[in-house]
């Protein structure tokens, strides 16, 4: 065999024993062997996404087709046949708030999202994972994902606080539902 083949294979073996031995019932396991479309660009460092939310690492726009492979009360892994990749979805509840079901809802579903609703520039910058002046609150989760919730605990607020890694922040600030500054 050759040195990939047994990479993979190696990867493949940790994955599974990690994931056996978190030990706990997923509650969306119907959805796994299912092709699904990203609902929001995500980051990914490492094969793995962190749901604080970092940006950095490669990006993964909106309506990738997926596939999802496995998931525990904790985490999601998923497949991009596109690019080869597996990736590993971990949620850090104390930072979403959310259980793994409100996760893949959030993340994950079965259609592609309609971006006609916004002008090229604004889809463009969404497909991309930017951030621009102008954009609509809507169009900010769209491209970024959702802030973490224990800075910016409803999107109602016209001040939303994402990471850009683990000691860096980016500050967005809204006015009448757009974007008015960016820090």
């Not at 990914?44 to 009360?73: F, K, L, W």
Request: glycine fraction near 8%; charged fraction near 20%.
């Amino acid at each position: 065999m050759t040195r990939h083949v047994l990479t993979r294979i190696t990867a493949w073996l940790f994955l599974a024993l990690f994931i056996a031995a978190c030990g706990k019932a997923s509650p969306i396991e119907h959805h796994e062997g299912t092709s699904v479309y990203t609902q929001i660009g995500m980051w990914v460092e490492g094969n793995a996404h962190n749901t604080t939310n970092y940006s950095q690492g490669m990006y993964i726009p909106i309506n990738t087709r997926v596939d999802i492979q496995d998931s525990n009360a904790d985490a999601i892994v998923f497949y991009i046949p596109d690019r080869d990749l597996r990736v590993r979805l971990v949620n850090a509840r104390q930072y979403t708030q959310l259980d793994i079901s409100g996760i893949f809802d959030r993340y994950f579903g079965p259609d592609e999202v309609n971006l006609s609703g916004f002008d090229r520039s604004t889809r463009q910058a969404i497909e991309r994972g930017e951030v621009n002046r102008g954009m609509s609150k809507d169009a900010v989760i769209l491209s970024r994902g959702y802030p973490p919730a224990h800075e910016t605990p409803s999107t109602d607020h016209d001040k939303w606080t994402y990471w850009r890694h683990r000691f860096g922040r980016q500050i967005v600030h809204f006015e009448n539902g757009q974007v008015s500054k960016i820090e």
